[in-house]
């Protein structure tokens, strides 16, 4: 059984710029959310999706947007980079969008300079 | 945005000790999990638990789900050196997404 994987694993990137990570589910999960983990902080949800349209968002503005794709694989973008976006960059994939149960990737760490 | 609380922030502890460490909560939540987050990887999943009361074990791990629904335990006994990590908990309401707690950082001494 394949777990959550994502990449890239490091980006540095210059404000004001555009971003894509991706992210593959583990196998036999529909269910994809993204949070965003700052230094020294927990995880903050970004939003989740299942079967490829957005099913519940956080507290993020318009330039986070994602996509999953009919794999199940997912995609986050943030354009119009902030200094503040610089953090890491989780994956987690569930069996259903019912089940709590979320199996996080290794994260992407981003930095934005 | 909302973070839960927990406590203590950090803990300093000798191989072989018990370890208790709590999250609490102002809102109810309707499941309660628990997490271990290992330095530049993503947080694995320890225990989840689903009802008011609930104690559930998992190995040296044990979690319960209290009964006001606002907070939840977890407590490792006889820790080792790989317990070293931070230890999050996460709540979920009745939306889809899973509120984190600020974190436990625990270290473990030989």
């Known amino acids: 059984e394949t777990g959550v994987t994502q990449s890239p694993t490091h980006l540095i990137k210059t404000r004001g710029q555009q971003v894509t990570l991706r992210c593959s589910s583990q196998s036999g999960h529909n269910t994809v959310s993204w949070y965003q983990q700052a230094l020294g902080q927990g995880p903050q949800f970004i939003f989740q999706y299942y079967r490829e349209e957005e099913n519940g968002r956080g507290n993020f503005p318009p330039r986070f947007s994602g996509l999953q794709f009919p794999n199940y694989s997912s995609e986050l973008n943030v354009n119009a980079l902030e200094l503040d976006d610089s953090a890491l960059y989780l994956c987690?994939?569930?069996?259903?969008?019912?089940?709590?149960?979320?199996?996080f990737g290794p994260g992407t760490r981003l930095t934005v300079t | 945005g909302q973070q839960l609380n927990q406590s203590p922030q950090s803990m300093f502890i000798q191989e072989g000790e018990d370890v208790s460490m709590n999250c609490t909560s102002s809102?109810?939540?309707?499941?309660w999990l628990w997490y271990k987050q290992d330095p530049g990887e993503g947080p694995v999943l320890l225990i989840a638990?689903?009802?008011?009361?609930e104690l559930t074990s998992n190995g040296r791990l044990t979690a319960q789900f209290g009964i006001t629904r606002k907070d939840s335990f977890l407590n490792i006994s006889a820790s080792i050196p790989s317990d070293v990590g931070i230890y999050f908990c996460a709540g979920a309401d009745n939306t889809d997404k899973l509120i984190f707690g600020t974190g436990t950082r625990l270290q473990v001494f030989p």
């Open positions: 638990l689903y009802k008011a009361g």
């Open positions: 987690a994939s569930s069996l259903e969008v019912s089940s709590y149960e979320q199996y």
């Open positions: 809102s109810i939540f309707n499941t």
